[in-house]
């Protein structure tokens, strides 16, 4: 089996970085909503236009992780729009992190992860945040592994459906010791 590879997308990536996206959502969560909401939601957030937006804006990146010439997954960060009061400018946010579940546990995720951190914190730390649906207890297990907390919650609209989200955080991480 081939190691899968990650790298950046750029704008050449945009009808891939749409695929995925649709797909990886709709693999995780179809079964929530009825099909118009689905599809009104997946054309809005994940339609051409706003991908080429997306990967043209210098505040955010997108990474694609490939396998065998395959897309399998992908993430997206940028600065942190999630409705805290604590979340100031200078805050960076994982938006959108998926792996197809044929390409998950195997290790991909943890590398795409800390690829995604290291580019948020790459002018030194910095709180950073992600919303996460209140009943993925496994990413939630994740993101606490990296040191994320809740700090809040919200509601995810997809068409006439209100998700509940969590917020989380984590608080900016400094190497300083005390003497």
Same mark, same amino acid.
């Given at each position: 089996?081939?190691?899968?590879?990650?790298? &950046?997308a750029?704008?050449?990536?945009?009808r891939?970085?749409?695929?995925?996206?649709?797909?990886t959502?709709?693999e995780t969560?179809?079964h929530?909503? #009825?099909?118009?909401d689905?599809?009104g939601?997946?054309?809005?957030?994940?339609?051409l236009e706003?991908?080429?937006?997306?990967?043209?804006?210098?505040?955010?990146?997108?990474?694609l992780?490939?396998? !065998?010439?395959?897309?399998?997954?992908y993430?997206?960060? !940028?600065?942190c729009?999630? #409705?805290?009061?604590?979340?100031?400018?200078?805050? +960076?946010?994982?938006?959108r992190?998926?792996?197809?579940?044929?390409?998950?546990?195997?290790g991909?995720?943890?590398?795409?992860?800390?690829?995604?951190?290291?580019?948020?914190e790459? =002018? +030194?730390?910095?709180?950073?945040?992600? +919303?996460?649906?209140?009943?993925?207890?496994g990413?939630?297990r994740?993101?606490?592994?990296?040191?994320f907390?809740?700090?809040?919650?919200?509601?995810?609209?997809?068409?006439?459906?209100v =998700?509940?989200e969590?917020?989380? &955080?984590r608080?900016?991480?400094?190497n300083?010791?005390i003497?």
């Amino acid at each position: 089996m081939q190691e899968p590879v990650i790298r &950046r997308a750029d704008v050449t990536d945009a009808r891939a970085v749409a695929q995925i996206g649709a797909r990886t959502f709709s693999e995780t969560f179809a079964h929530l909503y #009825p099909p118009e909401d689905l599809a009104g939601f997946l054309a809005e957030a994940y339609g051409l236009e706003q991908t080429k937006a997306d990967l043209a804006d210098p505040k955010k990146a997108i990474w694609l992780v490939e396998t !065998g010439g395959h897309v399998v997954g992908y993430a997206l960060a !940028g600065p942190c729009a999630l #409705p805290h009061a604590e979340v100031t400018p200078a805050c +960076g946010e994982l938006k959108r992190f998926y792996l197809l579940k044929s390409s998950q546990n195997g290790g991909v995720g943890g590398r795409l992860f800390a690829e995604v951190m290291a580019w948020l914190e790459r =002018d +030194g730390p910095r709180d950073l945040w992600i +919303g996460v649906w209140s009943e993925n207890l496994g990413a939630q297990r994740f993101y606490a592994r990296h040191g994320f907390a809740k700090v809040g919650e919200y509601g995810f609209k997809v068409g006439s459906t209100v =998700d509940h989200e969590f917020i989380l &955080r984590r608080v900016a991480q400094t190497n300083s010791t005390i003497a």
